[in-house]
C-alpha cells in the first residue's frame, strides 16, 4: 500500500464545476508535488512545494489552484476544467526537494464533461 | 530546457530473456531515479544513482549512471512476468531548476510467459 493517499480515486466533473484532489503523506517528509499524466505518457511536473511553500509553479493554468494547509496535505483546487484536462492527476512527496527518490499516491481519474 | 530521451519505447520479450532500457539526457545530470508504473497503477522510486560511473544492482535488476552523468541504463536478467510495466528514468539538473525532474518517455515492457 502506497503511503501517500490521494481521495477521491476517480472524479467525473463539469466544465462549470468547482472541485478539490486532496493528498495527505504522514512520513514527515517536506516537499510534495502534483503532477499530471495522461495516457502512455510520463509524468508532467506542475508544482513543487518545499516546507510548505510553492516552489515551483510550471507554467499551469490559473484553473488548477494548489494548496499546502500543512506539511502534511496538500490540495490541488480545480475550477472551469476543459474536457482536455481529463488524466490521472498524481500527488508526491520526498523527504526533500533535491536528493531524494518520489513516493507517489495512486492518484485521481479525472475525467471532465 | 532538459530533456531526457530514453529508448526503445516498447520491448516485448519472452520470459526469461534479459532486457535493457536506455536513457540519456542533452545535460549533465546531477542525479538520475527510475521508477516503475504497473499497468493502472503509479510511479514506484526504484533507485537512485548520484555518481559519476556508479553502478547498483537490486536482485535482477542493474542499473548504471554514465561516466559523464548524462546516460543511464535499467537491465533486468531472466525477465519474469511480474517485471511487466513501464520503466521510466527522470533526471535532475544540478543548480538552478534543480526541483524539477525531468521524467523520459518511458519503455513498455511485455513479457511473454
Known amino acids: 500500500d502506497t503511503e501517500v493517499t490521494q481521495t477521491p480515486k476517480h472524479l467525473v466533473m463539469g466544465m462549470t464545476n468547482k472541485k478539490s484532489l486532496k493528498c495527505e503523506q504522514h512520513?514527515?517528509?517536506?516537499?510534495m508535488y502534483w503532477y499530471k499524466q495522461k495516457a502512455k505518457k510520463p509524468p508532467e511536473l506542475m508544482f513543487v512545494?518545499?516546507?510548505?511553500?510553492?516552489?515551483i509553479n510550471e507554467s499551469v493554468p490559473s484553473r488548477f489552484s494548489p494548496e499546502c494547509p500543512n506539511s502534511s496535505l496538500l490540495n490541488l483546487h480545480l475550477h472551469a476544467l476543459q474536457p482536455e484536462d481529463s488524466a490521472l492527476y498524481l500527488c508526491?512527496?520526498?523527504?526533500?526537494?533535491?536528493?531524494?527518490?518520489?513516493?507517489f499516491g495512486s492518484g485521481t481519474r479525472l475525467t471532465v464533461v | 530546457g532538459q530533456q531526457v530521451m530514453q529508448i526503445p519505447q516498447y520491448q516485448h520479450v519472452q520470459e526469461g530473456e534479459d532486457f535493457t532500457t536506455y536513457c540519456n539526457s542533452s545535460?549533465?545530470?546531477?542525479?538520475i531515479q527510475w521508477y516503475k508504473q504497473r499497468p493502472g497503477g503509479h510511479p514506484v522510486f526504484l533507485i537512485q544513482?548520484?555518481?559519476?560511473?556508479e553502478v547498483k544492482k537490486q536482485k535482477r535488476l542493474t542499473f548504471q549512471f554514465g561516466e559523464a552523468k548524462k546516460n543511464s541504463s535499467l537491465h533486468i536478467t531472466a525477465t519474469q512476468t511480474t517485471d511487466v510495466g513501464t520503466y521510466f528514468c527522470?533526471?535532475?539538473?544540478?543548480?538552478?531548476?534543480?526541483?524539477?525532474?525531468?521524467f523520459g518517455k518511458g519503455t513498455k515492457l511485455s513479457v511473454i510467459p
Open positions: 508526491a512527496s520526498s523527504q526533500g526537494a533535491l536528493n531524494y527518490g518520489y513516493t
Open positions: 512520513m514527515g517528509h517536506r516537499a
Open positions: 512545494y518545499s516546507y510548505e511553500k510553492l516552489s
Open positions: 545535460t549533465t545530470l546531477s542525479n
Open positions: 544513482l548520484v555518481k559519476s560511473g
Open positions: 527522470a533526471g535532475r539538473n544540478p543548480g538552478a531548476g534543480s526541483y524539477q525532474l525531468t
